[in-house]
């Protein structure tokens, strides 16, 4: 693989800042679409102390929504289990639309998250996600990262459904908030990304919620760490480590 160095960091702001000021249509699609878990289950577990359980992981560069990932789940303590992305409200007749985000503004009011909300929150980690911008050469690919390397820990909710044979499908939804500056020139909304302390309440059955509330009120300040990868990365089939590697893209292609 390339190098992923600080002057690679200073390359993807200049071309941000080309996306700021050139003639850029962005598309702004759904946040977040896709991911990547290679290790930080393991990290995010360790902090948290939680167990494995029985859960194999094996590294996904490249998750796309309704394909199995790994969350956490709080019961008796935080511990991992896999599920499929893609809310399906336990109360559904059918499989039908499944959101892969949900808004952080209307999360307790909307039918399909309000129940997941109060008795079935989750964490997502991941090591970080992909947001597309959208030129006249197509849409080209931006890996986001924490810029000290560590795990992101998204928000997330889930929910257990039952199909007419008796199969029961576990699914999840990850939660996203208003950009912050560092993400705000990709996109205007990202997934609300939490330290361990918002972390350990956003799982704890007994959060009241006041202190629910606040989670959701939080606006992640994360130092983030961009770089543009290869649009090969724009289909979910390709899932190796070279989705992460930098690559040189010219904000007006």
């Known amino acids: 693989m390339r190098g992923r160095g600080g002057n690679r960091d200073s390359v993807a702001k200049t071309l941000l800042a080309g996306l700021r000021l050139g003639p850029v249509s962005m598309t702004l699609a759904c946040m977040c679409g896709r991911f990547a878990q290679i290790n930080a289950e393991r990290r995010a577990l360790e902090v948290l102390g939680g167990a494995m359980g029985d859960v194999c992981l094996e590294p996904s560069y490249n998750v796309a929504p309704s394909q199995d990932a790994h969350v956490i789940i709080q019961q008796g303590e935080a511990q991992m289990a896999m599920m499929s992305w ?3 409200p336990a109360w559904s007749k059918e499989k039908g639309r499944r959101p892969i985000n949900a808004r952080v503004e209307t999360v307790t009011e909307k039918p399909s998250f309000r129940d997941a909300f109060k ?3 989750c964490l997502v980690p991941v090591d970080g996600f992909y947001e597309w911008t959208e030129a006249e050469g197509g849409k080209q690919p931006w890996w986001i990262r924490r810029a000290d390397g560590g795990p992101m820990v998204l928000a997330g909710l889930w929910d257990a ?3 007419p ?5 576990r699914t999840f939804t990850i939660l996203t908030t208003g950009a912050n500056p560092a993400l705000r ?3 205007h909304r990202m997934p609300l990304m939490l330290g361990v302390r918002r972390a350990s309440a956003w799982l704890d059955g007994a959060a009241s919620p006041q202190v629910l509330q606040a989670i959701l009120d939080y606006t992640p300040s994360d130092e983030l760490s961009i770089h543009a990868v290869d649009r090969q990365v724009n289909s979910p089939r ?3 480590p070279e989705c992460l590697d930098p690559v040189e893209a010219d904000p007006g292609s």
Do not use: E, F, S
């Open 161 to 163: 459904w039952q199909d």
């Open 238 to 240: 390709y899932n190796a």
């Open 86 to 88: 893609g809310l399906i």
């Open 165 to 169: 044979a008796g199969k029961v499908l």
């Open 119 to 121: 008795v079935r929150r």
């Open 185 to 187: 020139t990709l996109h």
